[in-house]
């Protein structure tokens, strides 16, 4: 079945503009030009609010607007009220029908169109039509008992977690790093040379969807393409059963966010300069290469393209890691679970705008706006909000304890670098301040090389 979300304007100056939406998407509403949906009314705010959409399911976000967001169900008052008014900050389930005020000059009414003869496939991925049926299995597959078997038994196979560890041949487990929402990481070790390594791995069961299990194929697939020295290593990946795995090199040091933990550099307590510019500048090494390196990308029609550069999308102190202990360790970017190939951008099958990606700490204004479409830049100026928080123990902005850190993220501007630590040299903070700028519709500072050269001349 072939679901549509279809958001119409039907008060205010863009009376009867229509927004239609078949897939998962992530739009802000507000005035400023940057927004999914613009509206021009002076009651709406900059950045308003924002509407989640995975169709048929709908969600809207308050940013905290002076004017306020307004939800009138089926059968409601024709006007907003306070009792129909939004909560500061909180979100709230939509359904099919329902009115919408942006303040309470701007109306939008949503409506859901299904297609019941339009169907995925849950086992091929193919779209059919077919008007007589409502499973989701088009009859090519149908035809093949032992496929559909095995799709029945996945589906019913309950979420897991192999406690015991991976299990691969050649390793010995050594002990669970972390878990994440859709893995775990595990240290092993090569029985013959004692060689520690990383086994990322993704348990597949029914409740993943396609895009979880692309996402970390994507890893590995742009993983095994990178070699450079402020990289983390990918030394393999394999399917086994129902689990993918990615193998990848080590850092006894741990990340950078390890190293602020245990050296108690947060909230005001600050990381010593030289370190943290030593660490910055390698990061920043690693980066300029995944921006410029040669990529084999997947469109969506299946074709493979090659294309120059990778954004990584979640960079912050949690994906810089470190080779040792020592004061001046080797430093190494990880993780591109949100790595895409950008001169593909908007044209291949794994972004799905319902996720944010990124840290709301480290993620620019123009990242939350345009996901699907980020840019080197936003990377860049992520780095620069890394260095920022090692050198103050804080984020750029006040999204740390906030009690909605999108909405600050989008409507607040990064706190002057010597107002948090006064210690930093002049020309340093100007340098920082002016990467972390964010003037509309661009960065100040566009490429890692670009900031590593004005780092380097300011200390």
């Known amino acids: 079945m072939s679901v549509e979300v279809v958001v119409e304007v039907f008060k205010g100056t863009s009376v009867q503009a229509e927004y239609r939406y078949d897939k ?46 307004y939800l009138l169900h089926k059968g409601d008052a024709a006007a907003p009220s306070d009792q129909t008014r939004i909560g500061k900050n909180d979100s709230v389930l939509l359904e099919d029908g329902d009115t919408v ?24 991925g193919n779209e059919f039509v077919d008007a007589n049926t409502d499973v989701d299995i088009c009859k090519s597959c ?67 969807s396609e895009r979880t299990k692309n996402r970390f194929l994507r890893e590995a697939c742009v993983g095994a393409q990178l070699s450079h020295p402020n990289v983390i290593r990918q030394l393999g990946s394999a399917e086994m059963g129902q689990t993918l795995y990615i193998l990848m090199e080590y850092c006894p040091g741990g990340s950078v966010d390890d190293y602020m933990r245990r050296n108690r550099i947060l909230q005001g307590r600050k990381m010593e300069l030289p370190m943290a510019t030593h660490i910055i500048l390698q990061a920043l090494e690693g980066l300029s290469y995944v921006h410029t390196a040669q990529i084999e990308s997947t469109l969506a029609s299946g074709e493979i393209q090659t294309v120059q550069g990778v954004v990584h999308r979640d960079i912050k102190p949690g994906n810089l890691f470190l080779m040792d202990h020592s004061e001046r360790p ?43 479409y980020a840019k080197p830049e936003v990377d860049v100026w992520a780095m620069a909000a890394t260095y920022y928080c090692m050198l103050t123990g804080w984020p750029p902005k006040e999204t740390m304890n906030a009690e909605n850190p999108i909405s600050v993220a989008l409507n607040s501007y990064a706190t002057p670098i010597r107002k948090r630590n006064p210690e930093i040299p002049k020309r340093l903070a100007e340098a920082i301040d002016f990467a972390l700028e964010e003037p509309e519709g661009r960065m100040n500072v566009q490429s890692a090389v670009e900031l590593k050269n004005m780092i380097e001349a300011a200390v």
């Open 330 to 372: 080797d430093v190494k970017l990880a993780d591109f679970g949100f790595a895409k190939a950008f001169e593909t951008a908007g044209l291949t099958r794994y972004t799905g705008p319902k996720d944010k990606g990124g840290t709301w700490d480290f993620i620019p204004r123009m990242q939350i706006n345009d996901f699907r």
């Open 142 to 208: 149908m035809q093949n008992k032992m496929v559909v078997m095995d799709y029945l038994l996945r589906k019913v196979e309950p979420v897991r977690r192999h406690n015991e560890g991976p299990n691969l041949e050649g390793y010995q487990n050594i002990r669970l790093l972390g878990m994440g929402t859709i893995g775990e990481a595990w240290l092993l070790a090569d029985r013959k040379s004692g060689v520690q390594i990383v086994c990322k791995r993704l348990i597949q069961t029914a409740q993943f």
């Open 24 to 69: 998962s998407e992530s739009i802000i509403i507000g005035r400023q030009p940057d927004c999914g949906i613009v509206l021009q009314e002076m009651t709406v705010s900059r950045y308003h609010c924002l509407l989640e959409l995975a169709p048929p399911n709908m969600l809207l976000l308050d940013f905290g607007s002076r004017n306020g967001t």
């Open 101 to 124: 005020y942006i303040g309470k000059d701007c109306a939008l009414r949503l409506r859901v169109l299904e297609d019941k003869t339009r169907h995925h496939c849950q086992i091929c």
